[in-house]
């Protein structure tokens, strides 16, 4: 069995990564633009043991065909509970370094939500609520597939960060199949930004919105997030949502 599916303690040098990111670099770029890029979280073997997880029969609680949905042309899978060790210690150890920032944009969009510093209490919440069903998914796209922007909300607990690591190699692997990011403005035409991924490399970004400054205060931005089309080869990657589903 892969040692990224035992149980966690074989996870300590993906956490101890995790702890040395420039944590301020990531909260800054995260206040400037509303996503940021963290290089080679994951390395190329943590990458490829992910990616593979999504043929085994077992250790999902759905698959879902995006045509179907009018989600836009791919596929992805659920992790069901208990997730795989690596994906657990990255949801839960990433987490913490998101708090502050999650709780200094509720401030400033009025929102009186607060987070607390542990996973596990912000996860019981959810549970308290309904919101039961694990989040973290693989998602899958082979050529001519894409995914449609959206926002992935699912209840009224939404922890506003999320990350993606991209778990294939660009011009390798595939090719295309850029992760796009769109902020809408009140009142004013929307903005776009392509984040540029790496085999490894994690992107964190709004989930839904994100306070900009303004001349007079904050004002709220839409953020949503999508990929453009596959030209070729297959793209892996693995999203990590900190809320659960109903
Ligand atoms: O495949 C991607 O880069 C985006 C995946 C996604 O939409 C998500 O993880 O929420
Ligand atoms: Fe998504």
Not at 114 to 128: S, V
Not at 137 to 146: E, T
Not at 220 to 245: K, P
Request: positive net charge; proline residues 6%.
């Amino acid at each position: 069995m892969s040692a990224l599916l035992q149980p966690r303690w074989y996870c300590d040098g993906l956490i101890q990564r995790i702890d040395w990111v420039d944590w301020a670099g990531v909260s800054a770029q995260l206040d400037a633009q509303g996503c940021a890029r963290i290089p080679a979280l994951l390395d190329p073997g943590e990458c490829d043991a992910i990616a593979g997880l999504y043929d085994r029969p077992d250790g999902f609680r759905s698959t879902v065909t995006m045509a179907r949905h009018g989600f836009g042309r791919g596929e992805y899978r659920y992790f069901s509970y208990p997730l795989p060790a690596a994906v657990a210690a990255l949801r839960s150890a990433v987490y913490p370094h998101l708090v502050a920032i999650a709780n200094r944009w509720n401030a400033a969009m009025a929102n009186d939500v607060r987070y607390p510093d542990e996973h596990a209490r912000f996860i019981a919440r959810c549970h308290e609520a309904g919101q039961t069903r694990p989040t973290p998914l693989l998602l899958r796209y082979d050529k001519g597939d894409y995914n449609c922007l959206h926002q992935d909300v699912y209840g009224e607990h939404l922890f506003p960060l999320q990350l993606v690591v991209l778990l294939s190699r660009p011009q390798h692997d595939f090719e295309g199949g850029e992760l796009v990011l769109t902020e809408q403005r009140p009142r004013m035409q929307s903005r776009v930004e392509v984040l540029p991924l790496r085999q490894g490399d994690a992107a964190v970004f709004a989930v839904r919105e994100r306070p900009v400054k303004g001349s007079r205060g904050s004002y709220r931005v839409q953020m949503r997030h999508g990929v453009s089309r596959i030209h070729a080869g297959r793209r892996h990657t693995l999203g990590v949502i900190f809320h659960d589903a109903c």
